[in-house]
């Protein structure tokens, strides 16, 4: 079920350093309980004052309905531009305005499987959340995380806790084994009966991934990290090439079509071009 999103002025109850990121705790009401994993929110920054007109938007790590200060969300920021430092600067009691929730959620089996899920740097931050929804449905679950650092590494101690099975690797190796999250995912694949991979992280890393759910003739589910302007659907600035079940390559919108897409049906390598065979697309001349 998808709920139709709400524009919400919430207010900030924590914001606590996490390694390389700031983990954010926002209460506002009415959003939590429409939340499902995969999901988004969009948040405004820059104040009532500010000129920063877009905004900008997280996956959504835990959703709580109900709490002593009310429903509730987090969020995990890095903070690498304008929007995402002040929001990284926030403190407790300040209104946040919140629209939510966004975008189509992970796809859940109908019967148990065994799943393997892949995170990249704060990418992970959804996967908790989908784990927890797995689990409830019967389902094992399997989790590798990567990242450049053992501090750009996002949620090693609660996937300890939700997962039957936990592969780390930080291309520094100062956690885990050196090297790519795709050898941490290829290291539980080689031992394991996986049924279905859900993957969430920068483009390059989901397109690796893709490819080696194609070796291992699994099916794979990514949450795309693209940059989302309006976050509903109308700048178009999100979109991607998507080929459909009729065979015809449309470019999609992140925002609404996603961010979840089937992986071998996205077209990695014209990420950030419109492909000739794309619906519409103007056709070369030839010259």
Known sequence: MNFQPLQVE????????????????????????????????????GGESTSTLLRRS????????????????ELVISAHGAGTRWLAALAPHQMINVVGPLGRPFPLP???????????????????MLA????????????????????????TLEARRVTNALSIATDDGSLGVQGRVTD???????????????ACGPMPMLSAITALGGEFDVMVQCAVEESMACGIGICMTCVLPVRGSDGVVRMSR???????????????????????ETLGAPKSSGH
């Open 10 to 45: 919430g207010e900030l109850l924590s914001n606590k350093r996490v390694g390389a990121y700031h983990l954010i705790t926002i209460v506002v009401p009415g959003i939590p309980e429409r939340i499902r994993p995969g999901n988004f929110v969009a948040l405004a920054v």
């Open 110 to 128: 109908k019967d148990p499987v065994h799943a393997l899920l892949v995170g990249g740097g704060y990418g992970s931050a959804p996967l908790f």
């Open 58 to 73: 997280f996956s959504v790590y835990q959703a709580q309905e109900r709490g002593l200060y009310g429903g509730t969300l």
């Open 132 to 155: 927890d929804a797995l689990r409830q449905r019967g389902c094992r679950v399997d989790m590798a995380l990567g990242a450049a650092s053992a501090d750009r590494l996002f949620g």
């Open 184 to 198: 941490a995912a290829r290291s539980i694949l080689e031992r394991s009966n996986i049924d279905v991979i859900y």
């Open 254 to 276: 992140s925002c609404v079509d996603g961010p979840v897409f089937a992986g071998d049906r996205v077209l990695w390598e014209s990420i950030g071009s419109v492909p000739e």
